[in-house]
């Protein structure tokens, strides 16, 4: 995968609030990564663009000083939430 498409924008503020923020639309492998961090699976074997752009999108953070540890935020189990018949139909 490509780091463009990783890392890849999709709005879904209205276009009328200028000052919206932008909310990531994830891919298939983002979505995937998450749901297994919300179970607690390790992500250190994934590749960085993905965990980076979970963390950019304010759907992950990094956990205590270094330690390569990833937590999944309440912004992201919300998007799991939202998202859960994409991940049962795999």
């Known amino acids: 995968m490509t780091q463009h498409a990783a890392t890849k924008l999709s709005p879904i503020a209205n276009h ?4 919206a923020p932008f909310r990531r639309h994830l891919t298939s ?3 995937e990564a998450l749901s297994r961090c919300a179970k607690g699976i390790s992500l250190r074997f994934d590749a960085t663009e993905i965990v980076n752009a979970l963390i950019a999108g304010g759907y992950a953070e990094k956990g205590v000083a270094g330690t390569g540890v990833i937590t999944v935020t309440a912004e992201g189990h ?12 795999r």
């Open 16 to 19: 009328s609030q200028s000052v």
């Open 78 to 89: 919300r998007y799991l939430q939202k998202h859960a018949t994409e991940l049962r139909s």
């Open 29 to 31: 492998e983002q979505l």
